[in-house]
Protein backbone atom coordinates (compact mmCIF):
# COMPACT_ATOMS: atom_id res chain seq x y z
CA UNK A 1 0.00 0.00 0.00
CA UNK A 2 1.53 3.56 -1.29
CA UNK A 3 0.52 6.51 0.94
CA UNK A 4 1.21 10.29 0.39
CA UNK A 5 1.63 12.76 3.01
CA UNK A 6 1.61 16.59 2.64
CA UNK A 7 3.21 18.91 5.02
CA UNK A 8 3.35 22.58 4.98
CA UNK A 9 0.50 24.38 4.30
CA UNK A 10 -0.74 27.06 5.95
CA UNK A 11 -2.11 30.83 6.47
CA UNK A 12 0.44 33.40 4.96
CA UNK A 13 -0.08 37.21 4.09
CA UNK A 14 0.55 37.70 -0.26
CA UNK A 15 4.26 38.32 -0.68
CA UNK A 16 5.39 35.17 1.46
CA UNK A 17 6.52 31.72 1.11
CA UNK A 18 5.78 28.35 2.06
CA UNK A 19 7.14 25.26 1.34
CA UNK A 20 4.91 22.18 0.84
CA UNK A 21 6.28 18.24 1.18
CA UNK A 22 5.07 14.98 0.07
CA UNK A 23 6.46 11.65 1.38
CA UNK A 24 5.57 8.55 -0.43
CA UNK A 25 5.44 5.72 2.10
CA UNK A 26 5.25 1.77 1.28
CA UNK A 27 7.57 -0.39 -0.44
CA UNK A 28 8.23 1.69 -3.81
CA UNK A 29 10.19 0.16 -6.65
CA UNK A 30 10.09 3.45 -8.80
CA UNK A 31 8.10 6.64 -9.06
CA UNK A 32 7.77 7.88 -12.67
CA UNK A 33 6.11 11.29 -12.12
CA UNK A 34 5.13 13.27 -8.90
CA UNK A 35 3.33 16.71 -8.94
CA UNK A 36 1.35 19.16 -7.73
CA UNK A 37 -2.13 19.68 -8.16
CA UNK A 38 -4.50 22.21 -6.25
CA UNK A 39 -8.35 22.64 -6.15
CA UNK A 40 -9.87 26.01 -4.96
CA UNK A 41 -13.54 25.95 -3.85
CA UNK A 42 -15.61 25.95 -6.77
CA UNK A 43 -13.00 25.05 -9.29
CA UNK A 44 -11.60 22.23 -10.58
CA UNK A 45 -8.34 20.10 -9.69
CA UNK A 46 -5.44 21.77 -11.44
CA UNK A 47 -2.07 20.85 -12.23
CA UNK A 48 0.60 23.23 -10.47
CA UNK A 49 3.75 21.57 -11.48
CA UNK A 50 5.46 18.15 -12.09
CA UNK A 51 8.21 16.39 -12.28
CA UNK A 52 9.70 13.48 -13.95
CA UNK A 53 12.80 11.34 -13.70
CA UNK A 54 14.03 14.16 -10.91
CA UNK A 55 15.25 16.26 -13.72
CA UNK A 56 12.04 17.58 -16.23
CA UNK A 57 10.23 20.33 -14.58
CA UNK A 58 6.62 21.29 -15.67
CA UNK A 59 4.93 24.57 -14.60
CA UNK A 60 1.02 26.00 -15.00
CA UNK A 61 1.92 29.30 -16.50
CA UNK A 62 0.37 31.07 -13.56
CA UNK A 63 2.92 29.74 -10.96
CA UNK A 64 5.98 30.00 -13.43
CA UNK A 65 8.87 32.01 -12.00
CA UNK A 66 7.17 32.03 -8.75
CA UNK A 67 7.55 28.14 -7.54
CA UNK A 68 9.62 25.87 -7.98
CA UNK A 69 9.68 22.07 -7.93
CA UNK A 70 12.17 19.46 -6.64
CA UNK A 71 12.49 16.17 -5.83
CA UNK A 72 14.52 13.42 -3.65
CA UNK A 73 14.13 10.12 -5.54
CA UNK A 74 15.96 8.37 -2.81
CA UNK A 75 13.46 9.28 0.09
CA UNK A 76 10.65 9.18 -2.35
CA UNK A 77 9.76 12.79 -1.46
CA UNK A 78 8.78 15.53 -3.30
CA UNK A 79 8.75 19.83 -2.21
CA UNK A 80 7.41 23.00 -3.35
CA UNK A 81 8.55 25.83 -3.11
CA UNK A 82 6.31 28.89 -3.46
CA UNK A 83 7.23 32.78 -3.53
CA UNK A 84 5.52 35.76 -3.78
CA UNK A 85 2.38 34.20 -2.82
CA UNK A 86 -0.80 35.84 -4.19
CA UNK A 87 -4.49 34.90 -2.68
CA UNK A 88 -5.54 33.64 -6.17
CA UNK A 89 -2.81 30.82 -4.91
CA UNK A 90 -5.38 29.82 -2.06
CA UNK A 91 -6.59 26.47 -2.40
CA UNK A 92 -6.50 22.87 -1.01
CA UNK A 93 -2.94 21.15 -2.71
CA UNK A 94 -2.86 17.92 -3.57
CA UNK A 95 0.30 15.25 -3.91
CA UNK A 96 0.46 13.10 -6.74
CA UNK A 97 2.63 10.32 -7.93
CA UNK A 98 2.42 8.82 -11.38
CA UNK A 99 3.16 5.20 -12.55
CA UNK A 100 3.87 3.83 -9.20
CA UNK A 101 5.93 0.20 -9.32
CA UNK A 102 5.54 -1.84 -6.46
CA UNK A 103 5.06 -5.32 -5.83
CA UNK A 104 1.74 -5.08 -6.74
CA UNK A 105 2.56 -3.44 -9.96
CA UNK A 106 1.85 -0.11 -11.14
CA UNK A 107 -0.75 2.70 -9.96
CA UNK A 108 -1.65 6.31 -9.37
CA UNK A 109 -1.80 7.71 -6.20
CA UNK A 110 -3.04 10.72 -4.89
CA UNK A 111 -2.36 12.42 -1.00
CA UNK A 112 -5.13 13.80 0.93
CA UNK A 113 -4.20 17.55 0.52
CA UNK A 114 -2.91 20.52 2.44
CA UNK A 115 -4.79 23.75 3.06
CA UNK A 116 -2.75 26.99 1.53
CA UNK A 117 -4.13 30.13 2.23
CA UNK A 118 -2.92 33.62 1.32
CA UNK A 119 -4.60 36.30 2.98
CA UNK A 120 -4.78 39.88 0.71
Known amino acids: QVQLVESGGGLVQAGGSLRLSCAAS????????MGWYRQAPGKQRELVAQ???????NYADSVKGRFTISRDNARNAMYLQMNSLKPEDTAVYYC??????????????WGQGTQVTVSS
Open 26 to 33: GIIFSINA
Open 51 to 57: ITGGITT
Open 96 to 109: NAERVHTSRGWGNY
